[in-house]
């Protein structure tokens, strides 16, 4: 009886085997901690070795991957290129051993018709005497009859009968019928100590019995000459093998070998079968692999093969290997300092990110505050200069009415300390405005006479009211326009002042108001000059004296008051009217300061 399958509502759901298929509980949470704690270290792993690594690590194994991939690929264009080379050599080898066994089977069967024509071995030689054969293809020809006995020798000793007849191409020709030919092993003249090949016809008569044998003789410089043109590298070869295996003639990196001691040479069926073809073989004579080339002898039974061993292909690719590791080992270097740059300049970046992060809310924190504190100075300008103004009006209501003098000097004294303190409070509001950038500026064409008669009532009011022995003047220097374009009242607000400084400092003596005009960098320039025969400024403080809050003699200071705001706040009232003040002193002798403005004239 099979167990009930999901019958019970909150039950685990059993298969066929009655086992639960639900997972328990505990292997959830485990599964769970595992890939949370994988999650957890690829994390760490990313920030411990971090972003710029990883890929230079990426893209270091990409150039090694690009730089083997081109090592293979050239090294089987080579392996291709010397397939194809082989083939071609092959080819040619197979021609220029066709030619010249051709032209040496050309005399041997003309020299066989002869003799069969006329019995005759005279007949042959004188044949040969009148179409005399190039040696260097055929050096002579040589009939045996069918017991191996000489019957024309051609001008050299040859062997004794016996071993003629037990030789192996007399045994192969004596019983193989029909026209096959025959290439023999080489063999070396016991005279001459030169090599040479026998290339053998059979000799018949007309009832097909045998009746010997005429062989050419081919010496086998001819082929060892070919060799020669034809290797390629230090381990390669080229071979004249016979159908049986047997090695004809070789040749290795130019020099000659034979045949005689090179044993057989291996051949396969598709050696046998096919006219041409290519394999790859181990040398029995040298034990070097190779890889040959191979062409079927037309018409005779021999191979002619060309063989180029594998470490001279190979040793083509190692100065392009060479090359190739150099420069894939030059770019990770290259890869491996330009990421440390990138890293370093990233750590830069974040950190410089960083500190503008931090400088913007603290530069916001201060422009906030620096809001606050503007509101603030204005709010409290407006509601101080109130009852500033107010207490200025009833001192002088006091001072124009009928008291005694001693309550209208207390009156004046009083007006006096409220204009100060009104003056105090602007410079205050102004610095606040200049701070905030929020000073505005109200350029027109003014009427250039009306503001110098104003100054020199000015200076005359000041010095008035100080009740010090001071003459005042005013001089106009040059051609000076009638009117210019300017904001009258920061104008005002600077030489005013300049002349309450100059009075402040000068106890006697004279203060002259001079007005110029000329250019200054090609610009039309209005210079006014305040010059005094005051105590002067020191020429360590020449420096300073523009500064904010500047005190350049506190003795002085005490003496005649001052925030030493007035001239800083008058040079960034000339530098926002694109002009400059500037001052000239000797210690004692008095001091000149300069206001001078671009003016563009209305004319």
Not at 255 to 280: C, R, T
Not at 311 to 338: C, E, K, N, P, Q
Not at 571 to 581: F, I, P, Q, S
Request: glycine content about 10%; hydrophobic content about 45%.
């Amino acid at each position: 009886m099979q167990p009930a399958i999901g019958l019970i509502k909150g039950q685990p759901r059993l298969n066929e085997a009655g086992v639960s298929d639900a997972v328990p509980e505990s292997g959830l949470l485990a599964r769970l901690g595992t890939r949370l704690r994988k999650a957890v270290r690829l994390r760490r792993l990313r920030r411990l070795v971090g972003f710029y690594p990883i890929m230079a690590i990426v893209l270091i194994g990409l150039v090694w991957f690009v730089a083997f991939q081109a090592i293979r690929s050239h090294r089987q264009e080579q392996v291709n290129q010397n397939i194809t080379r082989a083939g071609e050599l092959a080819a040619t080898f197979e021609v220029n051993t066709q030619k010249a066994l051709g032209y040496a089977d050309a005399y041997v069967r003309a020299a066989r018709q002869i003799y069969l024509q006329t019995g005759s071995a005279a007949a042959v030689e004188a044949a040969l005497q009148a179409v005399p054969p190039d040696p260097s293809f055929l050096s002579h020809i040589t009939i045996l009859d069918a017991a191996g006995t000489p019957v024309l020798l051609s001008g050299h000793d040859f062997v004794s009968t016996d071993q003629a007849a037990n030789s192996p191409y007399f045994q192969f020709q004596k019983s193989t019928p029909g026209d096959a030919v025959y290439v023999s092993l080489p063999d070396t003249g016991s005279s001459t100590g030169l090599t040479s090949l026998r290339l053998v016809r059979r000799i018949q008569n007309p009832d097909g019995s045998f009746a010997g044998v005429l062989f050419g003789v081919v010496p086998a410089r001819h082929f060892t000459s070919q060799f020669k043109a034809l290797i390629q590298g230090d381990n390669s070869v080229a071979l004249l093998i016979g159908t049986d295996g047997k090695i004809r003639t070789r040749s290795r990196n130019g020099a000659p070998s034979p045949g005689f001691g090179l044993g057989e040479f291996p051949i396969g069926e598709d050696l046998k079968g096919q006219p041409a073809g290519m394999f790859s073989q181990v040398s029995a004579v040298d034990d070097v692999e190779r890889l040959y080339a191979y062409r079927r002898i037309a018409g005779y039974p021999l191979v002619g093969l060309i063989g180029i061993a594998n470490d001279d292909i190979v040793g083509t690719t190692h100065t392009f290997s060479r090359a190739t590791l150099a420069i894939a080992a030059l770019m990770s270097v290259v890869i491996i300092v330009l990421t440390s740059s990138i890293q370093r300049g990233a750590y830069l970046m974040r950190s410089l990110k960083h500190e503008v992060a931090v400088r913007r809310r603290a530069e916001g924190r201060a422009v906030h505050a620096n809001d606050i504190k503007s509101t603030f100075l204005a709010n409290m300008s407006h509601e101080v200069r109130t009852p500033i103004n107010a207490i200025m009006g009833l001192f002088e209501l006091i001072e124009a009415a009928e008291v005694p003098a001693r309550q209208q000097r207390q009156a004046r004294a009083g007006q006096v300390a409220a204009g100060e303190l009104l003056k105090q409070l602007t410079n205050v509001l102004d610095v606040s405005r200049l701070e905030a950038k929020s000073l505005d500026l109200n350029i027109r064409t003014e009427q250039l006479a009306p503001l110098f008669s104003d100054l020199l009532h000015l200076l005359e009011a000041a010095i008035a009211t100080a009740g010090k022995p001071i003459e005042a003047s005013i001089e106009i220097i040059g051609d000076v326009p009638e009117t210019a374009l300017m904001d009258r009242r920061r104008v005002d607000q600077i030489v005013i002042n300049l002349i309450d400084n100059a009075v402040k400092f000068t106890s006697e003596g004279k203060i002259d108001l001079q007005v110029s005009s000329g250019e200054c960098g090609g610009v039309p320039v209005l210079c006014i000059a305040v010059s005094d025969t005051g105590s002067g400024i020191p020429a360590e403080g020449l420096g300073r004296v523009f500064d904010r809050f500047a005190q350049i003699d506190g003795a002085m200071t005490r003496k005649t008051g001052g925030t030493g705001l007035g001239l800083s706040i008058c040079k960034e009232l000339a530098a926002l009217m694109h002009g400059d003040l500037t001052v000239q002193s000797t210690e004692g002798a008095g001091t000149t300061f300069t206001l001078i403005l671009p003016v563009e004239s209305a004319e």
